[in-house]
């Protein structure tokens, strides 16, 4: 497994390194024990988290209430939960892309 997944009675739990305001929206490599992403949105008013969400969504191809953000909400670093997918089949569709 993936050293920024953990798995979860709830789903998983995968580890982000966040970039607001990039150039574009885009899942990186992995950074330490983390997931590197960038989105385009700002870091104002959860602009940037709401971004982070939807991205992950269609990516994995799952439901946006299936990905919630659990730890980091003012921080580049964050705990995503996602629910119904195992950790094989994230890491699969997070570099499908």
Do not use: F, W
């Amino acid at each position: 497994m993936a050293p920024y997944l953990r798995s979860h009675p709830d789903g998983v739990y995968l580890a982000v390194k966040l970039q607001p305001r990039a150039a574009q929206n885009q899942i990186g490599e992995a950074v330490g024990s983390e997931l590197k992403i960038k989105v385009t949105a700002p870091p104002v008013d959860a602009a940037a988290n709401e971004a982070l969400v939807r991205l992950l969504a269609d990516q994995l191809a799952c439901s946006r209430g299936s990905v919630q953000l659990v730890q980091g909400h003012k921080s580049r670093h964050k705990v995503i939960l996602v629910r119904g997918l195992d950790a094989g089949t994230i890491q699969a569709r997070l570099h499908s892309g």
